[in-house]
């Protein structure tokens, strides 16, 4: 009998379709009323560590502001990074006895790395690692930063040379990062902000390419909102292996969460880090519209409620 080549490879691929669909079909039949999870467990292992930026809690110290925190439940802190090494002993104290460790810094450095001006990178280098340093101390996750912003220049071009420059400057970081403790965390943008680095998946494939334990990204549900087309999938296109830091905001008018009403969900993006068996910090940086003592408790009951829907 003669082969028919066409009708061939018509079944073949029909056959292998319905085989991948049918495994789906069938998990998700089973168990109809199960939350969307892998079911493993890495979900079990997920837990929601609110953290706030230094300017998020009402307080004139870092003791009122600490005092607050811990009556909402929030366990993780995140400091600039500008004049970090100095106020070690200072944050170090405040912290004792707490509930609350750091979680991220934020940025604090001075120049960017992807400048064509030598100076310029030197400096970007330099305070990065007294930032580092300090962060390594303090007993932080890690340092955020951003290649370049699209106001800063002289820039290099976008191209092979410079990602690869790129990796070279991060590699020579992140072993600088390890020796401390710590972890410098790329952190993705969206295009009004900053060109270069936009998705969490640029980011991830930038550290899967230097390959440095040293080096991380994380994904920012602001920034996310404008250049993700799925926040489920940025965060599992990181992977549990390079995802380090999550930040989280309104989706509107980068206000506290909820204070933009229904555009404040978050569910899948939780459902991605559920998956992931995320167990780090999840970090407000935001303004507030309203009276932050109303505001910023039901920001935090939201996200919790949110986090379980998920």
Request: net charge negative.
């Amino acid at each position: 009998m003669a082969l028919d080549r066409r009708n061939f490879l018509r079944a073949s691929l029909s056959t292998a379709a319905l085989a991948a669909v049918g495994g789906t079909a069938l998990a998700s039949n089973a168990h109809p009323q199960e939350k969307t999870c892998c079911g493993g467990d890495c979900c079990s292992k997920a837990e929601l560590k609110i953290s706030f930026q230094e300017g998020t809690a009402p307080g004139k110290d870092l003791n009122e502001k600490f005092d607050y925190m811990e009556k909402l439940g929030v366990v993780g802190f995140e400091p600039g990074g500008r004049g970090l090494a100095g106020r070690v002993k200072e944050i170090k104290d405040a912290l004792n006895g707490r509930n609350i460790k750091l979680s991220a810094i934020c940025a604090g450095f001075q120049g960017f790395i992807l400048s064509t001006d030598p100076a310029i990178r030197k400096q970007c280098m330099d305070t990065m690692k007294e930032i580092m340093a300090a962060a390594g101390e303090l007993g932080s996750t890690g340092v955020i930063i951003v290649p370049a912003f699209n106001r800063q220049e002289p820039v290099m071009p976008h191209t092979q040379e410079t990602r690869d420059f790129l990796c070279e400057q991060f590699n020579e970081m992140g072993t600088f990062a390890v020796e401390h403790g710590t972890t410098v965390i790329f952190e993705p943008l969206n295009r009004k902000e900053a060109f270069y680095m936009r998705q969490v998946a640029d980011a991830a494939s930038i550290c899967r390419d230097i390959n440095n334990p040293g080096v991380k990204c994380m994904g920012d549900f602001w920034h996310m909102t404008w250049e993700e087309t799925c926040d489920m999938g940025a965060f599992l296109s990181a992977g549990k292996e390079y995802l380090q830091h999550v930040h989280i905001a309104s989706r509107k008018r980068r206000s506290m969460p909820g204070e933009d009403g229904e555009a404040d969900n978050y569910v899948n993006g939780f459902k991605g880090l559920k998956m992931l068996g995320y167990n780090k910090y999840v970090s407000f940086e935001c303004g507030c519209q309203g009276d932050r003592n109303i505001v910023l408790p039901a920001a935090v009951e939201l996200i919790r409620k949110q986090w379980e829907e998920a």
